[in-house]
C-alpha cells in the first residue's frame, strides 16, 4: 500500500484560517489523497479539530512561545535589524510609500539606543533597494538564525512539502528555515491584498509562492525578486464564501441582532488603520452627518471596531472607549465588535464572516480607511468611501500619519484609479459623496466588477480549486475536482 503524501500548513494568523479551512482548499488536498499537518497557536489547536477536524487532518502546536523565546534570547539586536531590513529593504522598482511610512514610524518610536543607528540602517536601505545582490545576501544572513524547534515533528511526520501563510515575514519564519536546511520544499502563500507592496523580502528562502493576482505576481518579481516561474496566480481563496454568498444572515435577522432601524438607511464604517493614524475624527464626522439628518435620506451608522482596538494598548482602548459611548448617546449610531478567536491570533476570526460579510451586504453606502474591506465591499457591490479625515490631535506621543497622505500607497492609488469608489477628506465632501451614493447607489458598479477581477483574479468563488491545483503540482498530483 502506498505512504500518502504529507504536507505541513502552517497558519500563523486568523486570516490563514480563513484561507485554509473556511475555503475549500485543505478539504481539495484531503480529497486528492493529501494528508495534512497543520501548525497553529497551541491554545486553538482543540477549537480547531473540534471544528474542522476530519480524516487526513492533524493539528499540531507552532510553538510561538518557543520561537518568541528563541527571538528575545538569541542575538535578538542582530534578528530585530534583520527583520528590518528585509521589512524595508523591497526593490525600488515597485511603489514603497507603504514601506516608506513603516521606516518613518520606526524611526520615530525607537529608543535612542536603536535611534543611533538609523543613519547606519538607512545607508543599508539604500543598498538594498539597488542591488539584488545585496538583497540576496540579507536573506542569506537571516537563515544564521534557524533554531530546531520542529525537529521531532519533521521525523514524526516527514512531510514532503511545508506551505506557510507567509514567507517568513513572521515567526513562520523558523519553520521555513529549518525546512530548507532539511531540504524539504517550500511554498507560500499570499492571504492579504497589501502584503506584497507592504512587507518586502522572505524571512526565508522559499521555493514556491501563491498569490492573488497578476499585479501581486509583478510586485513579487520586481520588488523581492521571485523568479517568475516559481510565482503562481490563484484568486484569494478567502473570499469565495463572499462570492457565492454562503454568509449572509438575512437582512431582517441583522438589523435585528444591532438593533438597527429597518426605517434608516445604513452607512457603515469599518475601523482601519489604527496603527498610523485615530479613527474617531472620521467616526464622529459620520455620526454627526447621521444624527443631524443632514443627509438626503434619514440613515444610522454602524461603526465595526478594529481588532487592534483590543490589544492592551492604552491609546487604542481609549478610542474604542470613546466609539462605545457615542453609540450610547446617540440614538442612530451603533457598535458592532469583531468576535475574538482567542489565543495569540486575537480578533482576526474566522468566526466572524458572517458578521462582516452582512455588514457589507446590508449597508447602502460602505465607509472605510482604505482597508481590505474596500475589495470586499466591492464584491458585495456596495458603495464604497475612504474617508481620510486627518486627525487633529494625533496618537498622543505616538508617530502619526496624516489620513490625507496615504492615497499613494499601492493599493490606495489602485482603489482610487479603478473608480471603484471615492474618497473624502473633510466632513464637507463626507457629506457630498454619502449624499450622491445614497441617490445613485448603482454609479460605480461596473467600475467595481472591473476592479474585483483585477485584484481578485477570480471571481466565480473558485480560487480555492485553483490554489489547491497549485499546490498539488508541486507533489505531483492532480486535483480530482
Not at 148 to 164: H, I, K, M, S, T
Not at 166 to 173: E, Y
Not at 402 to 408: A, M, T, V
Request: hydrophobic share 40%; proline share 6%.
Amino acid at each position: 500500500m502506498t505512504t500518502p503524501q504529507r504536507i505541513f500548513i502552517s497558519a500563523d494568523h486568523g486570516l490563514a484560517i480563513v484561507y485554509f479551512l473556511l475555503s475549500d482548499l485543505v478539504p481539495c488536498l484531503l480529497e486528492a489523497g493529501v494528508e495534512v499537518v497543520m501548525l497553529t497557536d497551541d491554545a486553538l489547536r482543540e477549537r480547531i479539530q473540534e471544528r474542522f477536524g476530519r480524516p487526513g487532518l492533524t493539528i499540531e502546536s507552532l510553538r510561538f512561545k518557543q520561537a518568541r523565546a528563541y527571538f528575545q534570547n538569541q542575538s535578538n539586536s542582530a534578528q530585530w535589524w534583520l527583520d528590518f531590513l528585509r521589512r524595508a529593504g523591497a526593490s525600488n522598482r515597485i511603489n514603497l510609500q507603504a514601506v516608506d511610512s513603516y521606516v518613518h514610524e520606526v524611526e520615530a518610536e525607537a529608543h535612542p539606543r536603536r535611534r543611533a543607528l538609523f543613519p547606519l540602517m538607512k545607508v543599508l536601505l539604500w543598498g538594498l533597494r539597488r542591488s539584488r545582490a545585496a538583497r540576496s545576501v540579507l536573506i542569506r544572513q537571516q537563515g544564521r538564525f534557524t533554531p530546531n524547534l520542529y525537529g521531532d515533528l519533521f521525523e514524526r511526520y516527514q512531510p514532503a512539502l511545508v506551505v506557510a501563510s507567509t514567507p517568513g515575514w513572521r515567526l513562520d519564519r523558523y519553520l521555513l528555515r529549518q525546512a530548507r536546511l532539511m531540504r524539504i520544499p517550500t511554498a507560500s502563500v499570499i492571504v492579504g491584498w497589501d502584503n506584497t507592496s507592504s512587507y518586502s523580502l522572505p524571512g526565508a528562502a522559499v521555493d514556491w509562492i501563491t498569490c492573488w493576482s497578476q499585479i501581486q505576481k509583478a510586485e513579487l518579481i520586481q520588488g523581492a525578486d521571485w523568479r517568475a516561474e516559481r510565482v503562481n496566480i490563484g484568486g484569494i481563496p478567502s473570499y469565495d464564501g463572499y462570492f457565492r454568498k454562503e454568509w449572509l444572515i438575512p437582512r431582517d435577522e441583522y438589523f435585528h441582532l444591532h438593533h438597527l432601524d429597518a426605517g434608516r438607511k445604513l452607512i457603515s464604517y469599518a475601523c482601519s488603520f489604527v496603527s498610523f493614524s485615530p479613527n474617531i475624527q472620521n467616526v464622529e464626522a459620520l455620526a454627526r452627518l447621521v444624527n443631524s439628518e443632514a443627509l438626503v435620506e434619514p440613515a444610522q451608522l454602524l461603526v465595526r471596531l478594529h481588532p487592534n482596538h483590543f490589544l492592551a494598548v492604552p491609546h487604542y482602548a481609549a478610542e474604542r472607549e470613546r466609539i462605545q459611548r457615542m453609540a450610547a448617546e446617540m440614538p442612530h449610531v451603533h457598535v458592532v465588535e469583531p468576535v475574538p478567536m482567542g489565543g495569540e491570533m486575537g480578533y482576526y476570526s474566522g468566526e466572524d464572516m458572517p458578521e462582516k460579510s452582512s455588514m457589507m451586504f446590508h449597508s447602502d453606502v460602505f465607509t472605510t480607511v482604505y482597508s481590505t474591506m474596500v475589495v470586499e465591499a466591492c464584491i458585495h457591490q456596495r458603495p464604497v468611501v475612504s474617508v481620510c479625515i486627518d486627525s487633529p490631535v494625533g496618537w498622543p506621543g505616538k508617530f502619526t500619519l496624516p489620513l490625507s497622505r496615504i492615497g499613494g500607497w499601492p493599493t490606495h492609488s489602485r482603489f482610487r484609479q479603478a473608480g471603484a469608489g471615492r474618497v473624502a477628506l473633510d466632513e464637507t465632501q463626507l457629506l457630498r459623496v454619502l449624499n450622491f451614493y445614497l441617490t445613485n447607489p448603482h454609479a460605480d458598479r461596473p467600475a467595481q466588477q472591473r476592479f474585483i477581477r483585477q485584484e481578485c483574479t477570480f471571481v466565480d468563488g473558485n480560487a480555492a480549486s485553483h490554489t489547491a491545483d497549485f499546490v498539488l503540482s508541486l507533489l505531483g498530483k492532480n486535483h480530482a475536482g
